[in-house]
């Protein structure tokens, strides 16, 4: 009796296994895929010599990221929406895309995208040199998402089963006038009009990822680049870029990522330009932008999860002019919920003598709270 049940069970799962079977080969994989945050930041400072000694400045903003396969196409579109509010100042709203644009795979070497796209060329974390066809990051925010141009791009891809990797080809061409990309035109070549090409040859060669790029422009001067990053060790990478423009200064990036045992991640990068402010200059400039100076000294300590807290991390960065020792410090706490929540608030500090870049700030500190929700 009892064989007799165990045989009948037996034939009773393998039926029941048939009937539930499925092939993978028939799962079609999604043909879309989207995500983005909704974020607010509100940042309450304090000013120098203004008439309000404290201002709160309120930034909520949102962005969804979006790409559609289909055959031989991808569509990618990142818009962003904005809303700003200052007390007792200035309201405003904006919106944009990030990214639109086409890519279509030609065959297994070859590809074409058009449309509104960020290179994201270069390996520092903090500046990027050999950036030429990019918007320049936020010293404060490095990792944010920056709005691309629009432009034309060709590529090119080969595998190999030797020292040489693998090998990718980029050719660029990004118009500019006043319809098109009219603040890459005064930003760069200080005309209202121009024609922009770059070439970008990606090696990995012995581990190690190369790229060299040249720069064309009907009204500025050529340029040319090189970048690399080499992991050391599995814990340990280095990196570096260099630029110069063909008959006049250069700039050159060297840095390093380390992760210790106890999971504290170390970047800490150097910057060198040659046409950038002495401290003299600094102190009679009426206009201080980002990365102005010859030179600075950049790093960051980021610690996950000390004390065993789970999605807690704790960090400190310190960016210094070399030129005039004036610096901004950031100190602050992150916190990831379980419902796809961040929460990160810092304190930050802009410090130095009253004409040093740091010391001539309009905010002398401020306390920084963001909130993130992902989906």
Same mark, same amino acid.
């Given at each position: 009796m009892f064989? &007799?049940?165990?045989? /009948?069970?037996l034939a009773t799962i393998m039926v029941m296994a048939d009937e539930y079977s499925f092939d993978m080969d028939n799962i079609e994989p999604k043909s879309y895929e989207y995500g983005g945050y909704l974020r607010a930041d509100n940042k309450t400072q304090r000013l120098r010599e203004q008439e309000d000694e404290y201002q709160n400045?309120?930034?909520v903003e949102g962005l969804l990221d979006f790409s559609y396969l289909y055959? /031989?196409?991808?569509?990618?579109?990142?818009?962003?929406?904005?809303?700003?509010?200052?007390?007792?100042?200035?309201?405003? &709203?904006?919106?944009?895309?990030?990214?639109?644009?086409?890519d279509a795979k030609l065959s297994v070497n070859h590809s074409f995208l058009a449309g509104k796209k960020s290179l994201m060329w270069g390996k520092g974390y903090f500046f990027n040199p050999v950036a030429f066809l990019d918007r320049k990051k936020d010293p404060t925010d490095p990792t944010v998402a920056r709005e691309g141009f629009i432009l034309t791009k060709y590529g090119y891809n080969k595998s190999f089963s030797s020292s040489l990797k693998n090998l990718t080809l980029d050719l660029v061409y990004l118009k500019a006038d006043e319809n098109i990309n009219n603040d890459y035109s005064l930003l760069n070549t200080n005309e209202k009009a121009s024609d922009n090409f770059a070439a970008k040859l990606y090696l990995l060669w012995y581990d190690t990822d190369i790229d060299f790029i040249y720069s064309?422009?009907?009204?500025?001067?050529? =340029?040319?680049?090189?970048?690399?990053? =080499?992991?050391?060790?599995?814990?340990?990478?280095?990196?570096?870029?260099?630029?110069?423009?063909?008959?006049?200064g250069?700039?050159?990036?060297?840095?390093?990522?380390?992760?210790?045992?106890?999971e504290l991640t170390i970047i800490s990068e150097y910057l060198y330009q040659s046409e950038g402010l002495t401290k003299a200059? /600094?102190?009679t400039a009426d206009y201080i932008a980002p990365f102005i100076a010859k030179d600075y000294a950049i790093t960051s300590f980021t610690q996950k999860e000390p004390f065993n807290l789970l999605y807690f991390s704790i960090y400190y960065k310190n960016m210094t002019n070399l030129q005039d020792c004036s610096q901004q410090n950031k100190i602050g706490a992150n916190y990831a919920f379980k419902n796809n929540t961040e929460v990160d608030l810092s304190y930050n500090i802009?410090?130095?003598g009253s004409l040093s870049e740091f010391g001539k700030k309009q905010a002398e500190d401020f306390i920084w709270l963001r909130v993130t929700l992902n989906y």
């Open positions: 064989k &007799t049940l165990l045989l /009948i069970s400045q309120l930034r055959d /031989i196409f991808t569509f990618k579109a990142n818009g962003v929406g904005t809303y700003e509010y200052i007390h007792n100042n200035t309201a405003k &709203t904006e919106s944009h895309f990030n990214e639109l644009y086409v064309y422009s009907d009204k500025a001067s050529e =340029k040319i680049g090189v970048d690399f990053s =080499k992991n050391i060790d599995i814990n340990f990478e280095v990196h570096g870029e260099y630029a110069k423009v063909l008959n006049d250069y700039s050159y990036l060297l840095g390093v990522r380390y992760l210790t045992d106890f200059e /600094i102190e802009n410090s130095g």
